[in-house]
């Protein structure tokens, strides 16, 4: 069964934070004021997604930031989509499934701390909604999405 698994940033993977310092572990320093925390098992998430299915990156940042989260974890994709490609919706972002997604995959599988940024109604998508990474070190919001995957 040919799978997709579309797979978000902040907040689900990684922190990007303004604050001096933050308790998780230090991905990146993206720019002198932005640093990026990377959550706990998100190495794990990601090699896990690899095996099982196709990976999309969809986020709502900018494109050039995205990219560079991605090399950081070496988060290889057959397509990343960022702000750009959001829609606005009463002055708010919002991420959709491409008709393409539906016609090429049988299951699809959206891994993203906020699912109501989605415009998505098909009984092929599946959600997997970790609770939001804010930085702190003891977070171990990615287990139950590793195990619930695992059992998808």
Known sequence: MKQLIILDLDHTLIYGSYAE???AELLFQ???Y???YERQLARDLIRLCKSKADIIVYTTALRRYAKSICLALNLE???LLSRKNCIAVEGKLKKQIKEEWLENYEKIIIIDDSP???IADD???NFL???EFRGQIND???EKIITELKNL
């Open 129 to 131: 909604v970790p609770d």
């Open 21 to 23: 310092t933050e308790t």
């Open 116 to 118: 109501n940024v989605w």
């Open 34 to 36: 932005l640093t990026v």
């Open 77 to 79: 994709y057959v397509e």
């Open 30 to 32: 993206y720019h002198k």
């Open 140 to 142: 171990f919001g990615l």
């Open 123 to 125: 009984l092929k998508i």
